[in-house]
């Protein structure tokens, strides 16, 4: 069974992800398990040189499972495949109560916009990606938008409204 998705989206350097930690701690806090999937649009390293497992990839393994007691951790190095699809990525998200998406802006599920001075554009996503449906902001609430507008400090709000529109209970 496909866990309930909320999302996060908003241009470059408007704070998703610092919005995100937020609503992890907030969310994990009352109890809900919670999974988090980022889309990265650069080339990214999560693993160093001279690690072991850095070692291994630089010698050609397509694919390096770490594995403790308390973590897991799978690299695949895509070559000239594909970037994975956002299924294909969802799979990976494991047992919990829901999954926080940073990015993906363009998939079919719930999202809130970041919008906020200092960003690359202060284009509105809204009007393009129907998915959105709530504002976190820095600036005052323009009285024409129809979404429900959150400062960026409402953490606690925004976590109440996404258990409202994903019909969560309380745990």
Known sequence: MI?????VVGWKNSGKTALLVGLVSELTRRRYAVSVIKHAHASFEIDHEGRDSFKMRAAGARQVALSSPRRFA???ELGGAPELSFEEILAYAGPCDLVLVEGFKREVFPKIEIRRDGAASREPLAGTFPQIVAIASDRPADEKEPLP????DAVAGMAD????HLGLGQK
């Open 74 to 76: 799978l690299m695949r």
């Open 3 to 7: 866990p309930p998705l909320f999302g």
């Open 149 to 152: 507008v959150f400062r960026l």
């Open 161 to 164: 409204f996404i258990m409202a």
